[in-house]
C-alpha cells in the first residue's frame, strides 16, 4: 500500500472515530443543561443523522465534480478546526438556549433542538463530506468498486467503533469531555494536514495555522463547565454531571441539568426540610412494632447518603447497604457530605442488578433513585417490585420517591398500582413540597388506622416533628387506576413529560382531596 492510499484510509477510520465521539460528546455538552431523557438522545441522534445525510449527499456531488484528494483534506481539515471550537461556543450558546426557552413545558426539547442545531451542523456536515469523497478517489473502474467500497465502509465501521469505545471508556472518564474533543479535533486536523503535504505542499500552510489555533486555545483560561451560584464543585463523571453548591447553610447535590436535589447536608442538623425526612416514617408502615423498629436497610440510590445519616442518627447504627450506580457520586459523597459511616457498606451499582445478585434481606428497602427528573424505568416495575418482595424479610416494606405536582399523581398513581399488584397494602404519603410522594408498599396487611396512631404516639422528638408534618397526608392506595408498569412498556419519561405540559399549561390529571 502507497503512502498516498494509506493516508485516505487513515482519514476514513479518523473520521469515523471522529463522528461517533463528537456525537459521545455532544451528550455530556447537554447533560448539564438539558438532561439525558430519551428525548433528548434521540433530538440529538437524529439531528446528528440529518446532517451525516447532507454531508453525504453535497460530498458525493462535490466529489464527482472536483474529484481531487487536495479538496477532501482541506474540507477535512475544516472538519477538525469546526470540531475544536465547540467546547468553546457551547456555553454562551447552551445557557442562551435554557434562558430563551425557560418557561416553556418543552424548553428542553427546544433548547437542545437549537443547541445541537447550531453547535454541530458544520462540523458533522463537513465530516459527512470525507466518505463520499474517499469512495470516489479509490474507485478507479467498476470491476473493483465492490472491494473498495466494503472495504471503505469496513474502515469507516473500525473508526467509529474506535471513537465510541474510545471516548465512553477511556478519554471522557480520563481526560473529560473538552479534551476528548480537542483530541478528536487534533487527530482529524494531523491527517488532513498529512494529505495536503503529500498532494499539495504549500496549500497545507494555513491549515497548520489553524491546528496551531486550536492547540493555543487550550491555553485559556476552561472555567466551570455551567456556573452557577453557589458553586464549590463540579465534574463530568461517566454517568452523569455532578454539582456540589451550597444553599444557605447547607451543602446540596444536584445532578444534570441541576432540576432536583439529590442530597442535603448540614453537619449539625439532622432533619433537612426536604421529602428526605419522610422516609425515617417508613418502619412504622411494618405490620408489628419491634423494638428497635428497623434492623436492616437497602438504600437504592445512595447518593450523597442523607437519607443513611438520618437513619443511623435516629435508629442508631442499622446495618444499611447503600447502591449507588455512579462512583463518582460515592467519592462526592465521601468529600463533601461525610459519606464515611461504620454501618454503612457503599456498593457502586445498578440497583435492580444489586438485588438480582444479593442474598441479603431488608427490614426497608427505599428507592431514591434519579436520572433528573426520570425514575430509570427498569425500577418501576412488577417485575422490580417482585424482586424487591423477594429480599425484604418476613414484616419489611418497601418505600418509593416519586415526582408529581400539586395535583398531577399520574406517575404517582402508576408506581402505586404497580406496587398494588405485588404487596396486599399500598400507602401514599404525600410531602408538603407538593412536589413529591413516598409511596409505601407492606410484605404483610396492614391498616392505615393502626400505622396513623403509631404515628401519632412517636416520642422521639425528631420523628415527632416528621410525623406531624406528615398528618393527614397519609392515605391508603385502594383502587388500582392505572396501567401496571412493566419490563415490557415502563413510559416514565412520557409520563413526566406529560406531567410537566399539564402544569405549564395549568391543567391537571385529577384532584385529589386533602
Known sequence: MNSRRLVLY??????????????????????????????VWGLLIGLLLAYLSLGYFWGGKLADRYPEASILYQFSAWAGFTIGLIPYLAHPILRYSVIAFTGYHVGALLGSLVSVLVLFAIPIILLGFIFPFAMRLSIKDATSSGNIAGRLYALSTIGSLLGTFGSVFLLIPAFGTRRTIFALSLLLLTIAIIGLLHTSGRRAWPYILLLALIVALQLLPQGAIKPTPGLIYEMDSAYNYIQVLRDGENLVLKLNEGEGIQSV???????????????LLVPFFRSGQPEPPIGSLCLIGLAGGT???????????????GVEIDPAIIEVGQRFFDLNLPNLHIVAEDGRYYLAHTRNCYDVIIVDAYCPPYIPFQLTTVEFFRQAQAHLTADGVVAMNVARTETDYSLVDAIASTLKAVY?????????????????????????ATITARLASLSDPILGDVAHRAAGRIREFLAPNSPILCDDHAPVEQMVHAIVARYFLGQSSREVKR
Open 307 to 321: 437519607t443513611a445519616r438520618q437513619y443511623s442518627a435516629v435508629f442508631g447504627a442499622v446495618p444499611i447497604d
Open 265 to 279: 447536608y448540614h453537619p449539625q442538623r439532622i432533619l433537612t426540610g426536604y421529602m428526605y425526612d419522610y422516609f
Open 10 to 39: 487513515s482519514l476514513v477510520v479518523i473520521s469515523g472515530a471522529a463522528t461517533m465521539g463528537v456525537e459521545m460528546c455532544a451528550s455530556r455538552l447537554l447533560a448539564p443543561y438539558f438532561g439525558t431523557s430519551l428525548p
Open 424 to 448: 396486599p397494602n399500598v400507602y401514599i404519603m404525600d410531602t408538603l413540597s407538593n412536589l413529591n410522594s413516598i409511596v409505601i408498599a407492606s410484605r404483610q396487611p396492614t391498616d392505615l
